[in-house]
């Protein structure tokens, strides 16, 4: 065949053909990829679902009036110290308890508990019975967290002040990410 002559008709259904296959094959990358895992939730999905649990589990035992004071959560290495996150987790989970009808005390109108200014409120151990009698609280909401190279691991309790029982625990971990660094003390 030379240069000139037009292809055969054979050719040209082969030519087809291939040009139609990398059109479909070429749409296909845009379609969603099924086997796609789902993204991880985040912070506040899996503090929400912590709090359910913590509602779930204690609410029978104490009562949905019971008044309970939420602290910062602090570091499981120095539980004398906390950061943003901290705080945060605690504000989170105190919305989430509220949400969930608990009658929550709003403690940063109250000097009872040591607040300290860039750390929150610790509850300390010689201040829970103080704690209780001050505010008619019952509960106390307190949680620790601890960074892993990857990850970030919160735990949260509610504790019956008068017999320090544990009335409801829940843990959960997310993926650490640029905000969750950003939120931890920039020594981590």
């Not at 290495?77 to 105190?94: A, H, N, P, V, W």
């Not at 209780?132 to 509960?139: I, L, P």
Request: glycine share 6%; proline share 4%.
């Amino acid at each position: 065949m030379s240069f000139n002559q037009r292809p055969t008709g054979r050719l040209t259904g082969r030519l087809l053909t291939l040009a139609i296959l990398l059109l479909v094959l070429s749409g296909c990358s845009l379609l969603p990829n099924r086997q796609a895992t789902a993204p991880e939730p985040s912070m506040l999905t899996r503090v929400d679902e912590a709090a359910d649990k913590l509602l779930a589990t204690s609410s029978e035992q104490l009562g949905n009036r019971a008044p309970i004071i939420a602290t910062t959560f602090v570091d499981i290495d120095q539980l004398d110290q906390s950061s943003t996150l901290g705080r945060t987790l605690s504000e989170t989970f105190t919305s989430r308890l509220v949400q969930g009808g608990m009658n929550v005390i709003e403690v940063k109108m109250r000097d009872s508990l040591y607040i300290e200014q860039n750390t929150g409120e610790l509850i300390l151990s010689r201040n829970v019975q103080r704690l209780s009698d001050n505010h008619d609280a019952q509960a106390v909401l307190l949680g620790t967290y601890a960074q892993g190279e990857n990850t970030l691991f919160v735990n949260a309790r509610l504790v019956r002040i008068m017999d320090r029982q544990v009335l409801g625990a829940s843990s959960f971990e997310v993926p650490m990410d640029n905000d969750i660094r950003t939120l931890l003390p920039s020594n981590w």
